[in-house]
């Protein structure tokens, strides 16, 4: 427990400095820093290699000092009170008067807001007087990164501190509600789209794929492990990764598992952790086995259709 306080306070030192650094939540690692101080938003972007028009999230501790920032409205609450916190992003009204820095919105009106569920994460957020802008610490368009090593490797000496929270107990980013209309989902991630429509009370248009990107995670090409990826595959080409959600009679090599049993809890969890192993392996391409579409498979291919846009260059 000391051990982990120490760590907070040597996170604090860095972001008060307006140094962006590395920080554990359950669905990916974040790229963290100041989200009042324009100086420190621009370090994440410089930092990711991120376009200036892909707004940011903020991370809150807790609904009072999100109220400094942004309106809130009974859909909002309805769906608070049920998930947060955990896995969802609302969208909502930016406060003329927030300090919130323009550069996480890129000017919008608008804000993507999150209450994240990871303890170590709950206590720095806690510990501060802002909240933090926190993107999946990753450069743009590559895998996201689910331990501290990931990060590590994603950035070096470039990140002044990472703190380690364990590996992500959800694995996949969180799923993003727009709440300033009529609610609309516009990226599938960690909390099933059916339980937010069913807490709402209806069903829910989805719009992941707009012409003007509207919040992080719509860009065609993302999550991509930087080698070519192919979907619904029976049977790999020679030399290829193999990912498969069930156990095969057979052992090979080229075989990676995201799941034994078809669970799409384990598979999403284990899905960027597999891709970033099988680059390390130095293979030049991968097939995936057939995902059910529907729950968190529908996540995870959302996420495969959007790594196979890969192109070499």
Partial sequence: MKTIQSNIKKAIKYLDKNCSIGVPTETVYGLAA?????????????????PKNNSLIVHYSDLNSLKKDCFVNDNFVKLYKKFSPGPITYILRLKKNSKISKYVTNNRKNLAVRFPKHKV?????????????????????KVSAVQAKDVREEFGKKIEYILDGGK??????????????????LRLGGL??????????????????????????QS?????PGIPLKMNVTEPKKGEAFILMKK????????????????????AKNLYSCLRK????????????????????????????????????
């Fill in 168 to 185: 992500c107990s959800i694995g996949i980013e969180s799923t993003i509600v727009s709440l300033v209309n009529k609610p609309t989902i």
């Fill in 34 to 50: 100041n989200a009042y101080v324009d100086s420190a938003v621009k370090k994440i972007f410089k930092l990711k290699k991120r």
């Fill in 278 to 313: 099988i680059k390390k392996k130095g293979y030049k391409s991968i097939s995936v086995e057939k995902v059910k579409n529907k729950g968190l498979g529908k996540t995870i291919n959302d996420r495969l259709i959007r790594a196979s846009h890969f192109k070499h260059t």
């Fill in 121 to 141: 994460f709950q206590k720095l957020l806690k510990q501060l007087n802002y909240p933090l802008a926190a993107p999946s610490a990753n450069i743009s368009t």
């Fill in 192 to 217: 099933d789209v059916s339980k937010i429509q069913k807490t709402l009370g209806y069903k829910m248009h989805l719009n992941t794929n707009p012409k003007n990107k509207i919040a992080p995670g």
């Fill in 248 to 267: 095969r009679k057979y052992k090979l090599d080229n075989f990676y598992y995201l799941s034994t049993n078809n669970n799409l809890k384990q598979a």
């Fill in 220 to 224: 065609r090409l993302h999550y991509s």
